[in-house]
């Protein structure tokens, strides 16, 4: 790092008090920038992603986050231990813990973040809004007074107009907050923000703010050295958020005039000035339809979605942290800062937004994203992951795996590199949010801007709407399950099956497929594939019927998971892959989950004149249900084989005896191999 006046702060190795993604990326630029970098970590953590990537780490304690991460003598202990000169302590935990921060200071060790005093400064909401009045920052019309009596907190509630919306001082994480209608219910939802304030912080002083409608939500990053200079990154639009948190980031905001850019730009750097704050941070404001804005909170610290910022500017945010924090001035003066491009950031989180966004653990059985397939520009797309293939996820601690980002010269493209980006990332044995983003990407509304804070509320029925498939849907549901069970037949050790042999009889095989959502219902929402031909290999050609059309198709296998699908001359990409009784088929419209419901072959019975029966489909023998040369009437089962976890019985053909089987419980048989040989009675 370059010559700097401020020599007493220098350091050679920042302990990251964190975990996950942002610890991992916080390591990288300190690598990159020469610092040794020591990471910590609790049980849970002993072998996680940051812990590995690091050149030393230390345990802080049980997996309980209370008794490690947000520990604050063992986190400064670590520190003295492994000789850590400064603590970038990341976001969430205790990067926003003033007491955590005065613990450094005594121990003479680099915060790379704020001073305690502006994270006091920030930590009050009527106390914040006081200060940002003073330095002419733009206020939510509203009370923030210490009077608290209720019916003084009533009439400004009637001055400022219903709807109008109460909020905890002391409050956070949307807790204690209530939006009031009208009049009638102000005493109620007083009284019950009061008590919910009180449980959650201790405290009950409320303040009240006019309630936007349509609000949207930008932020400004703003960057301040210790030499009294301070400049705005730009602004983020994080509208798109399910309760309160965010989901889909972009910056620059859509819509923005430069003039209106320069005026929250400058109004975020005058809140900072105001409170002495030194570092990176991020004024929220909310922005009302009429373009007017007003100041929300600031958070002190990185945030998550910071890399959108990184994208459009091309500077690295915590490296100019790590300058900062050694005394460094700022790299760039406002007017050497420019946006290039637009950039977006989709949040991977393990949970299913199926079951209302139960977070998911489990183990990463897969994690991994092929750019060069899905033919992606590496310079275009960062992945900002805390997870690689096997790692495990546990319930300890927040449920994001990685976020996806991407850069585009415009809007418009960067979002067509986001929804193949998020199509070519393959995360397999934990559910996670991947085909909700793809959703929300996708959505007309989304692509038009039409943003506001509840976005995901209005179009709920639209992104949550029982899935509707396409033919094409179909069809790929039907020959991907074929070829996945050809494939796993195909991969058993070939000595087992040499004694059968393959007659290329014509099969019938009917597929029925549904939405996995419904795979227990006994409803009529399931659509049946008929699928013919006469294999030449797994590929095809097949000839199916799906609600009385008629298509040609071929399934020809890529390399990994990819197929290339082609019905009626209309080739298509895309990962496909079998996960129990579903097909999972993913490309950059979306993704399509249909769940194999029932499997039925129809024996034509026009080879050599019933002497034998031939395996209908990929499967596994399950059982011989009689002896060799027993003697048998026509329709009685003589032998249960399955696929796709679904069983089918083979009957008699007619009267007769079996002569041999060719194959036993537990084989693999291909399609068309003889099962066995059949005497029919002359
Ligand atoms: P917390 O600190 O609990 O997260 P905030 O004050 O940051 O609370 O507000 C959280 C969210 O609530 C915002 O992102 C915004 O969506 C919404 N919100 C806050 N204030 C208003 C308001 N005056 N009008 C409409 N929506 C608001």
Request: proline share 4%; with cysteine.
């Amino acid at each position: 790092m370059s010559q700097t006046t401020h020599n007493t702060k220098r350091f050679d190795t920042l302990l990251v008090a964190n975990r996950g993604e942002i610890a991992c990326r916080v390591m990288r630029t300190a690598r990159a920038v020469g610092l040794r970098t020591v990471a910590v970590y609790s049980d849970a953590d002993a072998n996680a992603r940051h812990v590995r990537e690091a050149d030393e780490a230390i345990r802080l304690g049980p997996a309980a986050a209370r008794e490690s991460y947000l520990k604050v003598e063992a986190v400064v202990e670590a520190a003295r231990r492994s000789g850590a000169g400064a603590i970038h302590p990341g976001y969430g935990f205790l990067s926003e813990n003033g007491a955590f921060v005065e613990a450094l200071d005594q121990a003479g060790i680099v915060f790379v973040g704020p001073p305690a005093s502006a994270i006091a400064a920030m930590g009050d909401k009527s106390a914040a809004k006081s200060r940002m009045a003073n330095a002419g920052v733009p206020l939510v019309p509203g009370y923030h007074g210490d009077d608290q009596d209720d019916a003084l907190l009533k009439a400004e509630a009637d001055k400022i107009g219903y709807p109008v919306l109460l909020k905890a001082s002391a409050g956070g994480g949307g807790k204690g907050m209530r939006v009031v209608e009208a009049a009638a219910g102000f005493q109620a939802a007083l009284d019950g923000c009061r008590r919910e304030s009180q449980a959650a912080f201790g405290d009950q002083r409320m303040l009240i703010e006019k309630y936007l409608t349509q609000p949207r939500h930008v932020e400004v990053q703003v960057f301040c050295d210790s030499h009294g200079n301070g400049v705005y990154l730009f602004e983020r639009d994080c509208s798109v958020q399910r309760r309160h948190q965010k989901v889909l980031e972009e910056a620059p905001a859509p819509g923005m005039s430069e003039g209106l850019r320069r005026e929250m730009g400058e109004a975020a750097v005058r809140a900072a000035k105001e409170i002495g704050y030194v570092g990176a941070g991020t004024v929220e404001f909310l922005l009302d339809i009429d373009g007017s804005f007003f100041f929300m909170e600031m958070n002190t610290r990185l945030q998550v979605e910071h890399p959108v910022t990184e994208m459009i500017t091309g500077q690295d945010l915590v490296e100019w942290q790590l300058r900062v924090a050694m005394g460094e001035r700022l790299p760039l003066a406002q007017d050497e800062l420019t946006i290039t491009g637009h950039s977006f950031e989709a949040r991977l989180y393990a949970e299913d937004p199926e079951q209302d966004f139960l977070p998911a653990t489990g183990t990463l059985t897969r994690f991994a994203m092929d750019l060069e397939g899905a033919g992606l520009d590496p310079a275009r797309v960062r992945l900002d992951s805390g997870v690689e293939t096997g790692d495990a996820v546990s319930m300890h601690y927040d449920p994001m795996l990685a976020k996806l980002i991407v850069h585009g010269d415009d809007r418009a493209q960067a979002l067509a590199t986001l929804n193949r980006a998020l199509a070519a990332l393959d995360v397999q044995g934990v559910v996670t949010n991947r085909a909700f983003l793809q959703r929300l990407a996708t959505h007309p509304a989304f692509k038009a801007c039409e943003l506001d804070t509840r976005f995901i509320e209005k179009h709920e029925e639209t992104l949550f709407a029982p899935r509707r498939y396409s033919i094409e849907e179909y069809a790929g549901a039907a020959l991907v399950g074929l070829n996945q069970l050809a494939r796993e037949c195909e991969s058993d050790s070939p000595w087992d099956r040499h004694d059968g042999f393959r007659v290329n009889a014509p099969h019938t095989i009917r597929i029925a497929l549904c939405d996995p959502a419904h795979a227990q219902d006994d409803d009529d929402s399931e659509a049946v594939v008929v699928v013919e031909g006469t294999r030449e290999d797994n590929a095809g050609p097949w000839h199916l019927t799906i609600g009385g059309e008629t298509l040609t198709a071929r399934l020809d296998p890529l390399a990994g998971d990819a197929v290339a699908m082609t019905l009626d001359g209309h080739r298509r990409r895309l990962q496909a892959r079998r996960d129990g009784n579903v097909v999972v088929m993913v490309d950059p419209r979306g993704e399509t989950r249909l769940f194999w419901r029932r499997i039925d072959a129809i024996d034509h019975g026009h080879h050599e004149a019933e002497s034998t029966l031939t395996a209908p489909m990929h499967g596994t023998v399950v059982a011989l249900l009689v002896e060799a040369g027993a003697r048998v009437e026509k329709g009685m089962p003589l032998m249960v084989m399955e696929a796709m976890k679904m069983e089918h019985t083979m009957s008699a053909p007619a009267d007769g005896h079996v002569a041999s089987f060719h194959f036993q419980a537990g084989d693999t048989v291909g399609q068309g191999d003889v099962l066995l040989e059949f005497a029919p009675d002359e």
